[in-house]
């Protein structure tokens, strides 16, 4: 019997091991089946070999034009689209002889020369039904075309490169799986075909690549082009020189944060593989939290038991240096939609230190003092004190989406039926998506609240218009959630300010459509929509915004952000006080 077993072991394990074997072998043959023609182009893997040197100005002029004719070509040329061209590879070749011609004319010559061992062979194919779609939902809807009459300026390119670039121009291809800017189902734009590459110290080519690749995904699929905080091709003439001076990685990085600040896009974020950018002045942080007023960090909490830091203290100094000194600094390396909206991208950063006793210098009422602070290895989080429910003393009903589960709104609503009001604080960041389902509660009948930019997969630089509707029924005909909702009648006072970003952008837009509602509070940050990702060149992620978001009169609410019913401000007195004044506010309203 014992025998019977060990052979049937080895046995069974030798079946295994042959059925493993042409598993294998059939996904291995699979997946070569599927390996795209600009994947077997390796040759630059481990680097571009062109090495970091100051840039004269011819070169820097050679390069700004290699910059917008390959990000131009890139999105445009069927060979590219299809995945048949490894366009970064085809930019290392290229570069070499931009950085040796002697000048303008020398580097058109260089360019064409170049293209033209990639012949335009795509033609638009009428009988493609989608492609014509494409084209027609342009015409009829079409929200923004980005400007590429560029492509036309002889002076500027030379004829011939002229023709190249404008033969692409019609060429309207919206099977774009295996393209470098691909699209989600939903239509969203995907960079999920851009390829990581390592960044040594000094490798000027995978330097410029990441600008490249950066100011060209911005160029032509950001809806927010038109509101840069600086003129688009100023910004990459700017950062040519920088970018290709870096030496190391941290210059690198800074160099092309440099670049991300000039968006003005605030869900625009660079991560790097040392987080150089996000512990910039340490990893530790004060034991509080702060909001900005009056230019001033001010202290609003602080954590259980700590006794150096009050709410209401300004902070004025930490380890030597001052709070407008990092602001200042910080300015150059983060994208701001507004000069004062700085909090949801430089908070940690104005809490920052290296120390686990942190030297801080404060104005408490009229006195300045210094005092040693015990520091903590994770950032603070503002814990409110208010929870969910009927508020203390009122009739009043009281919603924070950052503190709600699944179900917590339809228990919310059915213990709010006999308020006199409902305080919605969109101050908060919402912890589940609240928009449609509180909207079937509080809003009666349908209503266009936005207008979405969505990206037209088949014309880099162009968006169409998608209306956004909420209201009574509007989950049973997305969702086909058939539940029947309660119509509330009473007052609805929403509540945002500076940190309100995104999806409480969004909700505030969608939940104002109702017939008593009112907002207080001040302008939002102005960063709403999704957030795409991008892969640059050393584990470098940058984020951005992918979609433009319209009033529904199609105003813009991207940098300006959101305007209140109701101005309010939270002050330091306020605070020192213990008031929440947008709360006070809001009482006052529905009472």
């Known amino acids: 019997m014992k025998k019977y077993t060990k052979s049937y072991i080895v046995w069974t394990i030798l079946l295994l091991v042959v059925i493993t074997y042409f598993m294998f072998a059939r996904d291995f043959h699979s997946l070569n089946g599927k390996l795209l023609e600009r994947d077997k182009d390796t040759e630059f893997e481990k680097g571009s070999g062109i090495r970091t040197k100051k840039l004269s100005d011819?070169?820097?002029?050679?390069?700004?034009?290699?910059?917008?004719?390959?990000?131009?070509?890139?999105?445009?040329?069927?060979?590219?689209?299809?995945?048949?061209?490894?366009?970064?590879?085809?930019?290392?070749?290229?570069?070499?002889?931009?950085?040796?011609?002697?000048?303008q004319d020398g580097a058109d010559c260089v360019l064409m020369d170049w293209l033209e061992t990639f012949p335009v062979e795509g033609e638009q194919d009428e009988g493609k039904e989608e492609d014509i779609d494409w084209e027609k939902i342009q015409e009829e809807s079409g929200k923004q075309l980005l400007d590429t009459t560029w492509i036309s300026d002889s002076a500027f390119l030379g004829e011939e490169l002229s023709e190249y670039l404008c033969s692409m121009a019609d060429l309207h291809i919206s099977d774009r799986e295996n393209a470098y800017a691909s699209f989600e189902e939903i239509g969203t734009v995907s960079f999920e075909n851009e390829k990581m590459y390592d960044a040594s110290d000094g490798d000027m080519g995978m330097y410029l690549l990441g600008l490249f690749r950066f100011w060209n995904m911005y160029e032509y699929y950001?809806?927010?082009?038109?509101?840069?905080?600086?003129?688009?091709?100023?910004?990459?003439?700017?950062?040519?020189?920088?970018?290709?001076?870096?030496?190391?990685?941290?210059?690198?990085?800074?160099?092309?944060?440099?670049?991300?600040?000039?968006?003005?896009?605030?869900?625009?974020?660079?991560?790097?593989?040392?987080?150089?950018?996000?512990?910039?002045?340490?990893?530790?942080?004060?034991?509080?939290?702060i909001k900005i007023i009056g230019g001033e960090a001010v202290v609003t909490q602080v954590k259980k038991n700590e006794k150096e830091l009050m709410p209401g203290d300004i902070l004025l100094e930490i380890d030597g240096m001052t709070l407008e000194e990092r602001i200042e600094e910080q300015r150059n390396y983060h994208a701001l939609s507004e000069a004062d909206k700085m909090l949801n991208q430089m908070k940690h950063l104005l809490l920052e230190t290296e120390k686990r006793?942190?030297?801080?210098?404060?104005?408490?009422?009229?006195?300045?003092?210094?005092?040693?602070?015990?520091?903590?290895?994770?950032?603070?989080?503002?814990?409110?004190?208010?929870?969910?429910?009927?508020?203390?003393?009122?009739?009043?009903?009281?919603?924070?989406?950052?503190?709600?589960?699944?179900?917590?709104?339809?228990?919310?609503?059915?213990?709010?039926?006999?308020?006199?009001?409902?305080?919605?604080?969109?101050?908060?960041?919402?912890?589940?998506?609240?928009?449609?389902?509180?909207?079937?509660?509080?809003?009666?009948?349908?209503?266009?609240?936005?207008?979405?930019?969505?990206?037209?997969?088949?014309?880099?630089?162009?968006?169409?218009?998608?209306?956004?509707?909420?209201?009574?029924?509007?989950?049973?005909?997305?969702?086909n959630d058939s539940r029947t909702f309660d119509s509330y009648e009473g007052k609805v006072i929403i509540?945002?300010?500076?940190?309100?970003?995104?999806?409480?952008?969004?909700?505030?837009?969608?939940?104002?459509?109702?017939?008593?509602?009112?907002?207080?509070?001040?302008?939002?940050?102005?960063?709403?929509?999704?957030?795409?990702?991008?892969?640059?060149?050393?584990?470098?992620?940058?984020?951005?915004?992918?979609?433009?978001?319209?009033?529904?009169?199609?105003?813009?609410?991207?940098?300006?952000?959101?305007?209140?019913?109701?101005?309010?401000?939270?002050?330091?007195?306020?605070?020192?006080?213990?008031?929440?004044?947008?709360?006070?506010?809001?009482?006052?309203?529905?009472?």
């Open 58 to 103: 011819v070169q820097i002029q050679s390069l700004y034009k290699l910059c917008k004719v390959w990000g131009y070509t890139k999105y445009h040329h069927p060979d590219v689209i299809s995945g048949k061209l490894n366009w970064d590879a085809e930019l290392f070749r290229v570069m070499p002889d931009i950085l040796r011609a002697a000048n």
């Open 222 to 289: 950001s809806p927010n082009i038109e509101i840069t905080t600086e003129e688009w091709d100023s910004v990459l003439l700017d950062a040519l020189p920088k970018v290709a001076d870096s030496g190391d990685y941290r210059s690198y990085v800074t160099a092309i944060a440099q670049v991300v600040s000039k968006t003005g896009d605030a869900h625009s974020m660079l991560v790097d593989r040392k987080r150089l950018l996000y512990y910039y002045y340490g990893q530790r942080f004060l034991p509080c939290d």
């Open 357 to 479: 006793k942190a030297k801080v210098r404060i104005l408490r009422g009229e006195e300045i003092k210094t005092v040693q602070v015990k520091t903590l290895k994770n950032q603070y989080s503002y814990k409110n004190p208010i929870e969910n429910g009927i508020l203390q003393s009122e009739n009043i009903g009281y919603i924070d989406p950052s503190a709600l589960e699944k179900g917590n709104i339809e228990k919310l609503m059915k213990d709010f039926c006999d308020t006199e009001g409902i305080i919605i604080d969109l101050r908060h960041y919402p912890s589940t998506v609240i928009t449609y389902l509180l909207g079937e509660y509080i809003i009666p009948k349908q209503k266009v609240f936005a207008c979405i930019g969505m990206p037209n997969k088949a014309m880099p630089g162009a968006f169409y218009e998608q209306e956004m509707v909420v209201g009574k029924g509007v989950l049973k005909e997305i969702q």
């Open 495 to 591: 509540l945002m300010d500076e940190e309100s970003q995104s999806q409480s952008e969004f909700a505030i837009m969608a939940l104002r459509q109702a017939p008593n509602a009112i907002v207080v509070g001040s302008p939002s940050v102005g960063a709403d929509g999704n957030v795409v990702k991008v892969s640059l060149p050393g584990e470098v992620i940058f984020s951005m915004t992918g979609l433009g978001v319209y009033t529904p009169e199609g105003e813009q609410t991207q940098r300006c952000g959101l305007k209140p019913d109701i101005e309010c401000w939270q002050t330091v007195e306020g605070i020192k006080a213990g008031k929440d004044e947008l709360l006070e506010e809001a009482i006052k309203l529905i009472k």
